[in-house]
């Protein structure tokens, strides 16, 4: 298991934060961010393999980020990922399903800024790399921006998420990841 990084954004969380968390809890059953007061609660992930053929990607992983453990665990991330190449490098396609859509992230592979590290990137070039929503009727770019640094830090996994909306800095989640029992 791993902690479950601390969370930081412009000021409190308002009231509208805490009721975009209960919809997301409750009506997607997807995407929930820990609230500063579970800082240090447990978060649990599991990753499995998918059926390439089902899934579409060659290669793909299934992944499960939940609170708590056992019967009273509730998920609050899940999610099918594999590596692809693209225009400009390779991309990490990253899909949360959601009711009657998917959310759609392709990150960009870059060198990391610190050193041995990896970063991922959604930022907007000439490229694949961008955060959509996906429906029957077609994928709709969204307004989002993702980089997640990730590096090797005293023996433990470290990362940082970054999300920003509209340009402006929205939430930053921080990681230090350890390998639990299988």
Do not use: K
Not at 168 to 175: D, N, R
């Amino acid at each position: 298991p791993a902690r479950g990084g601390g969370v930081s954004g412009p000021g409190r969380l308002s009231q509208r934060r805490l009721q975009a968390r209960r919809v997301a809890r409750r009506r997607l059953g997807q995407l929930e961010l820990p609230r500063r007061d579970e800082q240090g609660e447990v978060v649990h992930t599991r990753l499995f393999a998918l059926d390439d053929a089902r899934d579409g990607r060659a290669g793909a992983r299934g992944y499960v980020r939940s609170y708590g453990a056992g019967e009273g665990a509730r998920a609050n991330y899940v999610a099918a990922y594999a590596a692809q190449p693209g225009r400009g490098g390779m991309y990490l396609s990253c899909a949360f399903p959601l009711p009657f859509a998917s959310l759609l992230g392709l990150l960009r592979f870059e060198q990391g800024d610190r050193e041995g590290g990896l970063s991922l990137s959604s930022a907007r070039r000439q490229d694949d790399a961008g955060m959509f929503l996906v429906t029957p009727l077609g994928a709709l770019r969204l307004p989002l921006r993702e980089r997640i640094d990730v590096w090797v830090d005293g023996g433990a996994l470290r990362a940082v998420h970054r999300v920003w909306v509209l340009g402006l800095p929205c939430v930053t989640l921080e990681y230090a990841l350890s390998r639990g029992a299988p």
